[in-house]
């Protein structure tokens, strides 16, 4: 417990006269010699100076945030920005904001009730721009925000001026995948297709542009594509739909396309392009009579002439199965020589005709139409 260094025996002391020796300095030194051993010897101790002093209380909050914007938004995201305030009053830093967004407008009662957003930026000395991105926000929803300023006490500003957006539609309908010709006729086609949504595959888009041409279509000569008319009105996504493109030309090969655009001008990459050829144009012209021999209401025809006639059809041809031919109301069964286009009727009476006589031919026949 002591250091017996301090005490060197001195020559002829013996171990008891020691042992006296350190018992006497140990009272005379008392206390202090068992915390502090360097103070072996006598110490001057003053009496205690106890004393206090006071802080001033910080009761000041930062100003209010007045000039709280809107500075950006994308469908799920609004960026605020504000000048920031103090910690007392204008002057200072302040030490934390709280931002509060909600869909109702924010008052100081429903305050405590708002969205509180994560991540804040810390305060900045004041005067200084500062901003923050909100995220996580719903597409097409209005949203209104205000802030909050504490100091490093809590004390808090007011509620800033409350500011509100609508985040915007920034997704295009779906491109249509399975347009098809439903059907056609020899001057317009049917088309056919499944809706595409207002976003992507879900709601309902706003309106169709539905284009045509004669050459291949791409997203770059889509412009010049012509485009039709009567496009319906978009129903629910994955709902069939319809248009007939008409006005178009006979055994000719068009290619169609369609886009859908939402509300918010959101237009759809290109469908699926298809191509059908119209039909031939139907028939819808009778066969017809011509070349005859003799002529009609001819005179002076000697009573051994045949009687000639071409029976035409500028469409389908004639069905020579229904081919009559009427002399004189008796039926008979010319000569049926050529093609559907121009059969040639001739016929050699079996017996001649009288001096005099008026002769009245009846020729019938249909076209092979459909
Ligand atoms: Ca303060
Ligand atoms: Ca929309
Ligand atoms: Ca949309
Ligand atoms: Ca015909």
Redesign the pocket.
């Known amino acids: 417990m002591f250091c017996i260094n301090r005490y060197p025996m001195k020559g002829g002391e013996g171990m008891k006269t020691l042992k006296i020796k350190l018992l006497v300095t140990a009272i005379l030194i008392g206390l202090p010699i068992l915390l502090n051993a360097s103070n072996a010897f006598a110490a001057n101790v003053m009496t205690a100076d106890v004393y206090t002093f006071t802080i001033v209380a910080d009761t000041t909050a930062p100003s209010v945030v007045a000039n709280l914007s809107i500075s950006g938004s994308t469908e799920n995201t609004v960026t605020l920005a504000w000048s920031a305030t103090g910690d007392d009053a204008a002057s200072g830093t302040a030490s934390s904001y709280d931002i509060r967004y909600s869909t109702a407008l924010i008052t100081t009662t429903n305050w405590a009730s708002a969205i509180q957003a994560a991540g804040e930026p810390t305060p900045a000395i004041t005067g200084t721009s500062q901003s923050m991105t909100i995220s996580s926000l719903s597409r097409e929803t209005k949203y209104y925000f205000a802030i909050k300023v504490s100091d490093e006490v809590a004390n808090q500003s007011s509620l800033s001026n409350v500011v509100n957006t609508t985040t915007p539609d920034q997704t295009a309908p779906s491109a249509v995948a399975n347009l098809s010709a439903a059907s056609k006729t020899h001057n317009s086609v049917l088309l056919s297709w499944s809706a595409p949504g207002d976003n992507a595959v879900s709601g309902t888009a706003a309106s169709y542009d539905v284009r045509y041409s004669t050459a291949l279509i791409s997203l770059a000569n889509w412009d010049s594509a012509t485009q039709a008319t009567g496009e319906p009105t978009p129903l629910i996504a994955g709902t069939t739909q319809t248009l007939s493109i008409t006005g178009l030309s006979s055994e000719t090969k068009y290619y169609f396309a369609i886009r859908a655009t939402d509300e918010a001008s959101n237009q759809a990459g290109l469908s699926n392009v298809i191509n059908t050829t119209t039909d031939a144009t139907p ?5 017809y009579t011509t070349g005859h021999v003799p002529a009609k209401d001819a005179t002076g025809i000697t009573t051994t002439s045949d009687i000639i006639v071409h029976v035409k ?4 041809g004639v069905d020579s199965s229904t081919i009559q031919m009427i002399v004189n109301g008796v039926s008979v069964s010319p000569l049926i020589t050529g093609t559907p286009a121009d059969y040639t009727l001739t016929y050699d009476p079996s017996a001649d005709f009288i001096n005099g006589q008026s002769v009245f031919i009846t020729i019938r026949a249909s ?1 092979l ?1 459909p």
């Open positions: 028939d819808t012209t009778p066969p059809d500028d469409g389908a076209d139409a």
